[in-house]
């Protein structure tokens, strides 16, 4: 039976090292799947997760389960399934509440795949692959207006999902260029360095032109100088700065969408303030208030999973007259375990960023990205929940997962290195 060949193909579904392969390339699709489709995504990942536990050895995942880039992960998902049985919300508002943490129990077994396999480059290039492919429909839509089919109608220049998800993607995509065209130029790659810096900047300006999202104008703040520390070290900070607001004024300058959507949020602030409106901006200001307050009644162990929903909607329905359906998210991550978990929680997300963020610590093009990933959704976060985000979320566990394994195996010694080339079993020591 060990030797049954698959029909005329033949290839051995008992074979540790097919399964393995096969894994690699159903991460990859899933991962190609996040900045188009949810259903895709969803169906791809089950897939992957199938094929990967058949190949994965319980002694490599229990190495990545005890450390602290893969198990903080799992505390976290674990403090919010005991939170479920002091929470006063219905049974399905507290699996709900569940849901939004279950996506990072994946995080080790991507360790896991990618510490071992020799294939983490496909997950990279696919998903950059399927963005560009976005750049190319979501640039069309806003050149040729005139097109039949315009995406979301209600926002040109989205054709799937929403802007929020689209300009994250796309200042992923953005600085994982800048930084390999870094180490092009280092290495003397005039014409792919090229390539690199100018499909950088038609994600750039897509964002500056298209769609803006302004959590990633925030994030974009924080990656410039990051991207100059990089380069050239604390010096290199002034001078991405300084570039950096160069860039920043021609685009404000020249894009008129861009210097609306920026002073549109300071309109909405102010009217808020001033005539208790509820915009978008003003209502953000109100979820943050009345989350600091809903944590001070209870802060060491919180309200319990699930109960976000019973406890902001009612006082921002009767202060603010807001969409219901607005209220149930208090548009900051930190709030969104703080108010179900606590201190407790907060601690263990807090951990679980700082043990990521000390997994991308290296040098090299795969940490580059790695920490661009993990920043990107901790200052995102402030803004938005978005590590409970579907799109977001996911885009984090792979991230980590995928990125995260391959620094590992960077940094293993060459020996070890050696003797585990080629090795997509995922063997255990």
């Known amino acids: ?101 279950c996506k990072l129990l994946f995080i080790p077994f991507l360790l896991v795949q990618f510490r071992r396999s020799e294939r983490g480059w496909w997950v990279i290039l ?6 560009i492919l976005l750049l190319l429909v979501s640039s ?10 315009r995406g979301r109608a209600q926002m040109p220049g989205v054709p799937v999902k929403d802007y929020i998800s689209q300009s994250g993607v ?133 309200h319990g999973t699930g109960s976000i929903p019973m406890l902001l909607m009612p006082g921002v329905e009767r202060d603010t007259n807001a969409d219901p359906f607005a209220t149930v998210n208090p548009h900051n991550q930190i709030f969104v375990v703080a108010i179900q978990l606590g201190l407790i929680g907060t601690s263990a997300l807090l951990a679980m960023w700082i043990a990521h963020l000390r997994l991308f610590r290296g040098d090299g093009l795969i940490s580059w990205i790695g920490l661009v990933a993990v920043v990107e959704n901790m200052v995102g976060s402030l803004l938005n929940s978005h590590l409970s985000d579907f799109t977001q979320g996911w885009i984090y566990v792979f991230a980590v997962g995928v990125l995260g394994g391959m620094a590992l195996r960077q940094a293993a010694p060459q020996p070890e290195k050696r003797a585990s080339a080629g090795d997509t079993a995922i063997e255990a020591r």
């Not at 390339?25 to 199938?50: N, Q, R, Y």
């Not at 696919?126 to 963005?131: D, I, T, V, Y």
């Not at 991405?240 to 894009?255: D, E, I, N, P, R």
């Not at 208030?289 to 001070?296: E, F, G, H, K, L």
């Open 140 to 149: 069309g839509l806003a050149w040729f207006p005139g097109l039949p089919w």
């Open 126 to 131: 696919w998903f950059l692959g399927a963005s």
């Open 170 to 302: 796309f200042a992923l995509c953005a600085f994982a260029l800048l930084g390999h065209a870094t180490d092009v130029w280092r290495g003397h790659g005039r014409l792919l360095d090229f390539a690199l810096v100018f499909i950088a900047a038609a994600f750039i300006a897509n964002i500056a032109f298209v769609e803006t999202g302004r959590t990633t104008l925030v994030t974009i703040a924080v990656l410039v100088p990051m991207f100059g520390f990089r380069l050239f070290g604390w010096r290199g900070i002034v001078a991405a700065g300084a570039v950096g607001c160069a860039v920043a004024g021609t685009l404000w300058m020249s894009s008129s969408y861009l210097r609306e959507r920026v002073m549109h949020a300071v309109e909405e602030v102010q009217l808020y303030r001033t005539e208790n409106a509820p915009t978008s901006s003003g209502l953000r200001l109100e979820f943050w208030r009345r989350s600091i307050d809903v944590v001070s009644k209870s802060p060491i162990a919180g």
């Open 1 to 101: 039976m060990r030797n049954f060949q698959a029909g005329r193909l033949g290839v051995d579904l008992f074979d540790r090292e097919w399964r393995a392969r096969a894994a690699d390339g159903l991460a990859a699709v899933a991962v190609a799947s996040l900045p188009w489709s949810t259903t895709a995504t969803g169906i791809f990942v089950t897939a992957w997760f199938v094929v990967l536990v058949s190949a994965i050895e319980i002694a490599s995942l229990r190495r990545e389960i005890v450390s602290l880039a893969g198990g903080l992960p799992i505390v976290l998902v674990a403090i919010a399934a005991v939170g479920m049985s002091w929470s006063e919300a219905s049974l399905s508002e507290r699996l709900q509440g569940l849901e939004g943490f």
